[in-house]
């Protein structure tokens, strides 16, 4: 019986990783396929000296991006979760609040099997609600125009972000203050004295919090700390 319980286990995962990546390869020929498709169809030839002059300046930072988010959102997210999220995108403002905020509800850990199972659906399912709301927004983007671009409803809208994080991060932060102080401040800190810091570097600066969070609370546990 135990035999059979870890050859279904073993089974599980083994089909996690498969399709994961299936998938993913997939997504890695449609995002090359595009750009090669569409010089084909308008027979634009493609300025190769120019290219590699672009790509020296910022493969390398998406490299390592990659790589750290490789070692970040994994632990958190889960195999199934972390091969969800890589395919679908948009993890740090979606996938990963979804499923660190469906882990928290269902009271399991992201190191668990329950929590590995857990963070997969609740990242199926936001993926699924996000490409419904996609529809329904190409659909009803001309008539919705005039009503979403009203100044009346910009300053809502520019805080749609804030009040998602703010709202985890209150959820978490009260779970441990201590861990969350040296995080917070630093990141203020980053942010607000180093103008070069802004949207755009989000998907940087969210590994380097995490590993940052990590060193700290390695610190402050070995100290008796926490």
């Keep these: ?28 020929v449609l995002i090359v396929a595009y750009p090669i498709t569409v010089s084909l169809i308008f027979h634009a030839q493609v300025n190769w000296p120019a290219f590699v002059k672009g790509f020296i300046a910022i493969g390398p930072m998406y490299w390592a991006v990659g790589i750290v988010e490789i070692f970040t959102y994994v632990p958190m997210l889960g195999a199934g979760g972390s091969y969800l999220s890589f395919v ?62 009203s100044p009346v409803l910009a300053p809502a809208f520019s805080q749609l972000l804030p009040a998602l994080f703010g709202g985890l991060a209150v959820v978490f932060i009260s779970k441990n203050v201590r861990l969350s102080i040296a995080p917070v401040v630093i990141m203020l800190v980053l942010f607000i004295f180093v103008p070069a810091l802004n949207a755009s570097t989000v998907g940087i600066m969210v590994p380097v919090g995490v590993l940052f969070s990590l060193a700290v609370a390695r610190i402050l546990y070995k100290k008796g700390l926490v």
């Excluded at 399912?125 to 983007?141: D, E, H, K, P, Y």
């Design 88 to 149: 679908t995108g948009n993890i740090s403002n979606l996938k990963l609040p979804c499923a660190l905020d469906a882990m928290e509800r269902a009271g399991v850990k992201s190191n668990s099997e329950e929590g590995e199972v857990i963070s997969t659906i609740a990242i199926a399912v936001s993926s699924i609600v996000t490409t419904l709301i996609i529809l329904v927004g190409v659909v009803l983007i001309v008539p919705l125009t005039p009503l979403l671009s």
């Design 1 to 28: 019986m135990e035999k059979t319980v870890l050859q279904q286990k073993e089974t599980y995962m083994d089909s996690v990783h498969r399709w994961g990546r299936i998938w993913g390869l997939t997504l890695l």
